[in-house]
């Protein structure tokens, strides 16, 4: 509770925050979770949003549906399953929004790649996501092998393909496994978010353990045909 507080007054975004300001836009009406699990930031969004929850494993779908998380699901493997078939079962023509909340590390890098190309062939606007800051260990947790981490990630990676890089979490510095303070020092958390709010990691994202990196698959849209005054508004224009 002290920690959610900390957050609050030192004003740290997190995914759940770049998801609302995505759907403020009025442009998203339908949102594919991949990797959902069985909870899902997007809850928060329901019912103005319709969602869909794809996963690979079961049990995760059918906890899920339990708690009515999502508005339909697709099990699927994302590697495997042609995009086409997984827009035909979720009986969209493409996604406004596609998400990969905690997803990407748990792939090995390689087949990353892919699942972001995969990602564009889903959505006709926006891809969201968030992952560690580099490389975090994480084993098996649970028993559960796909819960260990497989790749890490860094902010310049996501900038050379077209997306806007964020820093969520605190930071990398006072932070470890699972994101739990790396030291058991009473009210470590609420020091990491003042540090945080210091080096400012929403807006350098270097700094923060988790990122959140967000990508319009549309692209810019032109601006030379535009008044000069208004092309330097567009420059200044605070990003997500």
């Not at 979770?33 to 995760?60: K, Q």
């Not at 967000?214 to 849209?221: E, H, Q, S, T």
């Amino acid at each position: 509770m002290i920690a959610e507080i900390a957050a609050r007054v030192f004003r740290i975004r997190n995914a759940t925050d770049y998801t609302r300001k995505l759907v403020d836009r009025g442009e998203v009406r339908t949102a594919l979770d991949i990797g959902c699990g069985p909870n899902s930031n997007l809850r928060h969004f329901r019912p103005g949003l319709r969602t869909v929850g794809l996963d690979g494993f079961a049990g995760a779908i059918e906890e899920s549906r339990r708690k009515g998380v999502h508005d339909d699901y697709v099990l699927a493997d994302i590697l495997h399953t042609d995009p086409k078939e997984i827009l035909s079962r979720a009986g969209v023509e493409k996604f406004d929004l596609v998400t990969l909340y905690s997803v990407l590390e748990h792939f090995p890098k390689r087949q990353g790649w892919e699942v972001l190309e995969r990602c564009e062939e889903l959505t006709s606007k926006y891809i969201l996501l968030e992952t560690p800051n580099g490389f975090v260990e994480q084993g098996p947790e649970f028993g559960n092998e796909l819960q260990r981490h497989r790749s890490g990630w860094f902010p310049w990676e996501f900038e050379g393909l077209g997306y806007q890089v964020r820093g969520t979490t605190g930071t990398r510095y006072l932070r470890g496994y699972t994101a739990e303070p790396k030291f058991n020092i009473k009210g470590t958390i609420s020091v990491d978010y003042a540090i945080s709010w210091l080096l400012r990691v929403n807006d350098h994202p270097r700094h923060a353990f988790n990122l959140v990196a967000i990508k319009d698959v549309r692209g810019a849209p032109a601006r030379l045909h535009l008044p000069k005054k208004e092309r330097f508004r567009l420059a200044r224009e605070v990003r997500l």
